[in-house]
């Protein structure tokens, strides 16, 4: 629950940390104070709707944008001062795949390959032809789908230690779609690689996400194991007589109009649900991702 | 609806930036039609009045009024009911109320119905511009030359002929046999099919947005994705990498920065030399043709030679260091292309050592072309014995020029760049200063030192203060696009 905390300090230790990130654009605030780290090996699934600041949070996070305040560190490293060496460690693919449209994809991997000292050219060539990609077609004149999965060959063929993915699937089909999984949860599983991946597609992040950050208005409001939210969080829904009971900690409140109350909460620090849970005709569900998702974003 | 409604359609549907600049050239040709006549009465100066008219009516018809086309097109794929049928009534009522305002205009020399045909004219030719294909297009651009060609041979009447009003009403009528045609096959154009039209403003078009026709550059990564393949730049690789830290940004840059290959080199030549090779066909055409006229190759050459020169200097001059920094411009308006590749590209080296190969590689071209420009005009000034004032003229507009490419350059590599209305108005104000120039090179002969515009005080004091102001205006840009390169922590953070 890092939204509730005070701002931490950034977490020089993990891969990718941010500490009190805030940013604004001219039509309001996206960022209101995000304090986020990742720890080494874990797949993170930021989770959020349209809108709710992730692509902004990454590129505060890569360094490609100045935000108004607070830090972001790559590998210890400053986003917006690192070196070189800590570049080589990453990768990252934007959400919108249209870097470098006048290249074709085999020139645009000969390119990029030529700056990372452990670029695996013999993955790329096999890669593109196992996905299907014309690779002497210029960029700009392929499919998004086909774009998008180029992008993740130059991302992948870098060997990274951290891969940065904004909404990756976006533009693929199914089939595409689980052999990014797959290979994201191979490179996690096998080189211990830490992976970041914004989506909304919540079975995306069933399959492979060990850990969850959920971005709602650019506040972060949750960020814990995937496993734990199923036991973590819950639905607790009061009739009208009670709602005055309810709990003031609650990550999404909605009252319906016969005034009965649905709250999303969180067993406290001993595993209980909130005393409000035990009243007469109160009821808790479990929520799977999908419906803990829609609850707290509606 | 009702008619102010329906006009108003297109200013609805065309973006901001394409409806101010359009609609501002055509209203410049209407204020200047209408200052002429008040000015200069008599009949060359109502021949100027409405030919600056008709200047602005081309542009509007050819940049704007498309806008209709691509409405009908959206009303009719997303079957909304009555848009198709309202988008082609603002086309017949707009072409309706042009006319009227051309025929007001050309009353008192040309007579109404003269001046309607001819605007009647002008305006189908600037539409069927922008829906024929390309290379068809472009001869319309020819259309003034042949005419002139043609009445060498042919009883084509001259503007103050009254049997013009009948070649113009024909000529009219047949464009807008061509336009109406286009209009039809172009509506109902599969959406699959709309990639690969050869009609300029379907090629032109923006992606999902109506308007990004407009002749002004923009839409460009659509041009790039829809430009034939024989087109399209070939890149060469051979000196990238880290070791190559300005070659490997010249790529990243796109467009004229990328290094090409030989073949790439020799095709971009013939695509520029080809528009050259029809103009100079086109002005042998009208002096061949010309009855009785002998004609003097060398003088054919000559004629042709100088102004070509001077156009390909202007050109250079004016175009590489705005072309260069507009594309600047454009990269680093947004995070998420090529500055999400290079903001965490390793190998390029430390933000200072970015800053110095981005720097060399944006302005190198610029800088040496308007340098050598520069020596090339005062060896010219010095060969023609021109005054000092016109030597100065003539040096001045490629350094002032080079200064622009800098200073545009690096408010567009800073924090936060001007406002599209004031590059605008820098690049307008640059450009009436070298166009001043440029003239002065084709009328070399007439600024000698005791020619008749050597001595012309007032004419030449009015240039030097604007250039001066020019400079001031550029200087303060630089310095502060300068400031804001170094406070920044890289050189990739995109603007806003």
């Not at chain 2, 100088?306 to 260091?321: N, Q, S, T, V």
């Amino acid at each position: 629950m890092n939204a509730q905390l005070a701002p931490a300090a950034v977490d020089t230790t993990s891969p990718l940390s941010v500490a009190g990130l805030r940013h604004s654009y001219p039509d309001g605030e996206v960022l209101r104070g995000v304090d986020l780290a990742l720890a080494p090996g874990s797949v993170l699934g930021l989770i959020g709707r349209n809108g709710a600041g992730k692509s902004t949070l990454i590129r505060a996070m890569l360094g490609l944008l100045e935000p108004a305040a607070g830090e972001a560190r790559v590998f210890g490293q400053p986003a917006l001062r690192m070196d070189d060496q800590a570049k080589a460690r990453l990768a990252y693919v934007p959400q919108q795949p249209e870097a470098l449209g006048w290249l074709t994809a085999t020139q645009l991997l000969d390119y990029v390959g030529r700056f990372y000292p452990g670029w695996d050219a013999r993955f790329a060539g096999k890669t593109l032809e196992r996905w299907k990609i014309p690779p002497n077609k210029l960029l700009a004149k392929l499919s998004p789908g086909e774009r998008q999965r180029v992008d993740l060959i130059r991302a992948l063929a870098s060997q990274p230690e951290l891969l940065v993915l904004d909404e990756p699937a976006a533009a693929l089909d199914p089939v595409a779609r689980r052999e990014l999984l797959r290979e994201v949860a191979l490179r996690a599983g096998e080189s211990g690689t830490t992976v970041l991946f914004s989506t909304h597609i919540v079975s995306d992040l069933e399959r492979i996400a060990s850990d969850i950050a959920f971005l709602h208005e650019g506040k972060l409001l949750l960020h814990c194991a995937a496993d734990d939210t199923k036991e973590r969080f819950a639905r607790l829904w009061l009739p009208a007589a009670m709602s005055a009971a309810a709990p003031a900690a609650a990550l999404s409140r909605r009252r319906h109009e016969d005034g009965s109350l649905s709250l999303v909460v969180e067993r406290d620090e001993r595993g209980q649900w909130p005393e409000a849970s035990r009243l007469t005709g109160a009821r808790v569900d479990a929520l799977g991702l999908e419906d803990l998702f829609v609850e707290v974003a509606e | 609806m009702r008619p102010r409604d329906l006009l108003l359609t297109f200013w609805r549907a065309t973006y901001p930036s394409v409806r101010w600049l359009v609609g501002g050239v055509f209203l410049l040709g209407l204020v200047v039609a209408i200052v002429v006549r008040l000015l200069w009465p008599g009949a060359k100066g109502g021949h100027i009045a409405l030919l600056a008219f008709e200047a602005g009516v081309a542009y509007l018809w050819a940049f704007l009024m498309p806008a209709g086309l691509l409405l009908a097109r959206d009303a009719r794929q997303l079957r909304i009911p009555r848009l198709e049928v309202v988008a082609a009534a603002a086309v017949g009522l707009a072409a309706l109320a042009t006319i009227g305002i051309g025929a007001a205009l050309g009353r008192a020399t040309l007579g109404e119905t003269s001046a309607a045909a001819l605007t009647a004219l002008v305006l189908a030719a600037g539409f069927a511009f922008s829906l024929l294909p390309g290379p068809v297009a472009m001869l319309i651009g020819l259309l003034p030359a042949a005419s002139d060609a043609a009445r060498r041979v042919l009883p084509v009447p001259t503007l103050d002929d009254p049997r013009s009003t009948i070649w113009w009403a024909v000529a009219a009528a047949g464009f807008g046999v061509i336009c109406a045609i286009r209009w039809h096959g172009l509506v109902r154009l599969e959406a699959s099919q709309a990639g690969r039209s050869s009609a300029m403003v379907m090629r032109m078009r923006g992606k999902n947005a109506t308007g990004h026709w407009d002749g002004s550059g923009a839409g460009i990564r659509i041009v790039d994705r829809r430009r034939p393949g024989w087109l399209q730049p070939e890149t060469n690789l051979r000196h990238i990498g880290p070791a190559h830290p300005v070659g490997s940004l010249r790529v990243a840059l796109g467009r004229g920065f990328v290094p090409q290959t030989l073949r790439g080199l020799c095709r971009r030549g013939l695509t520029m030399a080809g528009p050259m090779l029809v103009f100079i066909v086109a002005m042998v055409l009208i002096r061949a043709t010309r009855p009785g006229a002998s004609v003097s190759w060398l003088g054919l050459i000559y004629a042709l030679g100088i102004p070509m020169l001077a156009g390909l200097a202007f050109m250079l001059a004016l175009g590489l260091p705005l072309v260069s920094a507009l594309t600047v411009r454009q990269r680093w308006s947004t995070s998420q292309r090529e500055l999400a590749v290079l903001g965490v590209l390793p190998g390029l080296g430390t933000p200072d050592r970015v800053r110095r190969a981005l720097l060399r590689a944006t302005l190198a071209r610029p800088v040496v072309i308007n340098l050598l420009l520069a020596v090339a005009g005062w060896i010219v000034a010095q060969r023609m014995n021109l005054s000092v004032i016109a030597t100065l003229a003539l040096v001045a507009a490629p350094l002032l020029c080079l200064l622009a490419g800098v200073a545009l350059t690096l408010d567009a590599l800073g924090r936060q760049p001007l406002p599209g209305w004031a590059l605008g108005l820098v690049s307008g104000a640059l450009t009436a200063v070298v166009l001043i120039s440029t003239i002065t090179g084709l009328l070399a002969s007439q600024l000698q030192q005791d020619g008749p515009w050597a001595g012309s005080p007032v004419l030449w004091s009015a240039y030097l203060v604007v250039a001066l102001a020019l400079a001031t205006v550029l200087g303060w840009i630089t310095a502060s696009g300068a400031r804001g390169m170094a406070r920044q922590p890289h050189p990739f953070l995109a603007h806003g």
